[in-house]
């Protein structure tokens, strides 16, 4: 099977999930495009960089659709956007231009604990309390930059943070999904502006490369994704999804401890 073959997969793959369970695409498309470019034959040093630039970049075209849907519905809660918007992407540029000095087995542990508390909070569905508010103007931004930090070094929108995040601060579960889509746009764009100048530092990219960005790779998975995901949200009220999230969070445990082996061996 060609790689485009395989990239329009993992992007039908993605895309269908994100709709269907409400998960950031990032949690699939990095371990599967770090396996894929492994077996064939990328340069092992830069696999995960690869990985989580080309991941962002994806979530660009697709956060677009997610955002203008949450905001038909009146939920997204815009003057939270503006505020929390500066600390995400100073944090997302930094920990994306900060990339390219990380080792790619430390981008991998990283990339596994996440996936952990993913699949935890996933397994669980424990979500916090609103009993706070809302912080300042420096609170927001220092929250923004710790989720656009952890978000540029792990190839997510961020919504695995700031959903429980914003909820936590009093917003209605609605308005934290919404909010937080809107916030997906500022990781991907900051993350993948940062992956493409951090890789045009290196050498030794695979051809069609734009920095950490893989074209072929982000064309395919950006279209079918895209295509797949409102065919996962028009099946989320027909399947059992609360069942389907478990067994994915089993999943994700296995990844983990697969890339986890694959660091360690």
């Given at each position: ?10 992007g039908?793959?993605?895309g ?5 369970l ?20 990328f ?24 955002l ?14 503006g ?8 944090g ?8 390219a ?8 542990v990283?990339?596994?604990?996440f996936?952990?508390?993913a ?9 916090p ?33 700031s ?6 601060c009093?917003?209605?579960?609605q ?19 940062g992956?493409?100048?951090s890789?045009?530092m290196?050498?030794?990219l695979?051809?069609?490369s734009?920095?950490f ?28 999804v ?8 089993a ?6 401890l697969?890339?986890?082996?694959g660091?360690?061996?």
């Open positions: 099977m060609s790689l485009l073959a395989i990239y329009l997969a993992i039908l793959v993605a269908f999930i994100a709709g269907l409400g998960v950031g695409g990032g949690l699939v498309l990095v371990p599967a495009l770090a396996w894929v470019w492994g077996e064939a034959g340069p092992p040093t830069h696999i995960m960089h690869l990985a989580l630039g080309t991941s962002l970049a994806t979530i660009v075209f697709t956060s677009v659709s997610s203008r849907a949450h905001h038909a519905h009146g939920a997204v809660r815009w003057e939270v956007v505020r929390i918007a500066p600390g995400i992407v100073l997302t540029l930094a920990g994306s231009l900060a990339a000095w990380l080792p790619d087995c430390g981008l991998r990283f990339f596994t604990l996936l952990f508390y699949a935890t909070q996933m397994l669980f569905d424990r979500r309390v609103g009993r706070h508010a809302l912080p300042g103007r420096a609170g927001l931004t220092a929250a923004g930059a710790v989720i656009g930090l952890v978000s540029s070094w792990v190839g997510i929108g961020g919504g695995t943070l959903v429980p995040f914003l909820t936590w009093g917003l209605r579960l308005e934290a999904i919404g909010t937080s889509a809107a916030i997906g746009l500022p990781i991907a764009v900051s993350g993948a502006v992956y493409v100048v890789g045009a290196v050498d030794a695979p051809a069609w734009l920095g960005v893989h074209l072929p790779a982000l064309a395919a998975i950006a279209g079918t994704s895209m295509l797949a995901a409102p065919w996962g949200a028009r099946l989320t009220h027909r399947l059992p609360t069942r389907l999230k478990r067994l994915f969070a999943l994700l445990y296995l990844i983990g697969r890339m986890l082996w660091v360690l061996a």
